[in-house]
């Protein structure tokens, strides 16, 4: 198994550019999410979701979206680059009484 | 939503010596409380966890309590090794959905 897979592990974007995180799990988990990691502030909730088909907002979801079209894949976009949106992504899946989240192994992004 | 509360921010220690770090939420829907590991660099890991039926689990130098009346729960590193060394964030979240962490504990264990 390859665990949970995200794509690319280092991005640079201009103000206003638009992108997808990729993240893939192989280990058929109906929870996946997505977090950013901000020096201080601990690991925050964009987006998650409970199986194909549902998804829903965590605690910083303005300029994101996901979509959950199979249970394997989880994408985010940014609709349109902020300098706010400099940070560290993770992605994280697991199952129902499973322990805790497997993370990936997240992606740099840095918006200029 | 959940909000998770984490203390302190920054710990160091004599090796040798124990470390507590403690955690407070505000969901008592909440059932689920793990602790992760970050190296730096590297993603989070999972160390241990406790579910809400259960007041303490150890697993060899580590343990965490939880107090479901007061909203809190703490993990205790014992005899710590500079290997130890690392950020360690706590959570909570309700049978794994919208699980939300705290701001992390940067743990120094010093040889």
Redesign the interface.
Known sequence: NAGVTQTPKFQVLKTGQSMTLQCAQDMNHEYMSWYRQDPGMGLRLIHYSVGAGITDQGEVPNGYNVSRSTTEDFPLRLLSAAPSQTSVYFCASTSQGADGYTFGSGTRLTVV | ?ENVE?HP?TLSVQEGDSAVIKCTYSDSASNYF?W?KQELGK????II?IRSNVGEKKDQRIAVTLNKTAKHFSLHITETQPEDSAVY?C?ASD??????????TRLTVKP
């Open positions: 939503g984490q921010s793990p992760y993603r989070p890991q999972l966890d964030f959570a049978n794994n959905n919208d699980m939300r962490f705290g701001a992390g």
